[in-house]
């Protein structure tokens, strides 16, 4: 049963305290960002707790109106998300904090738009409007992943185990799109993903997905874990290919009629929206 309650600053941050001593994995510049947003002076929170998660929304806002819809959401994303990382780990509610503006993001979360993963604190920052639906499901593939594994070995399989956990792009498969790109020579070289890559536009995004699902499904995720720990150096000991005919097969892959027929309807150049 899900019960809306209203909680007091001090309650906020008792809750957020207790992972914080436990956990150091990500980046420790984000390290007390959910709980100065809890505890400021300038919103007031409604709190809406499920199963698995605390959500909170400002008093009045239009989030705060669907916390119950948006806790059934999570859910389903979460259960999504386990099943694509098969990951068990189990630890205390993470929470969900959806802001109404993106001055509120930019103050408390550190960017505009869209949605962060705060590692150190078990959390995540959404933009929520009427017009802007909340990335749930690429944030929570952050967060467990993160929290589960440690920190990637590049940022490219940060991105990468996000979109995948995310599903298709456009309502095509993501091997669709990096498909598209591999037929017109877009394709951008692995070591240059590996020198963290500008992940600003879409193409970056789609390769790594692709990459990230052909080697969680082909290979499985143990396989795929001495990638992220260890990048594309680990390859012979991940799949017992190295690198290069590893990444020869991905693109074999690529080229299967099943990807190759929907290309000509993809726009790479258009914003394109995953999850």
Known sequence: MIKKTKVSKMAFLTVLLIPLLFCNCGKTEDKGMISSALSSDEIAWDTYNSENFSLYAPEGSYAADKLPELADKAETARQLVMERLQVVKQEQAPQLIFLETGEHMMKFAGIATGGKAVIE???IFYLLKED??????????????WRSWGEPAAHWLREGVAVYTAGDCAGEDLHAWASKMALENKLIDFDELEQNHDFSKAGAHLQAGSFVKYIMEKY??????????????????????????LLEAWTEHLMQKEFTAVTQFLNLDEKIRCE
Do not use: C, I
Request: hydrophobic share 35%; charged share 20%; proline share 5%.
């Open 220 to 245: 499985g995720v143990l396989s795929f874990r001495k990638l992220w720990e260890n990048g594309l150096t680990a390859s012979g000991e991940a799949t017992h290919l190295e690198m290069d005919a």
């Open 132 to 145: 802007v639906h909340p990335p749930l499901q690429h944030e929570l593939g952050h967060l467990y992943s």
């Open 121 to 123: 604190e078990n959390g």
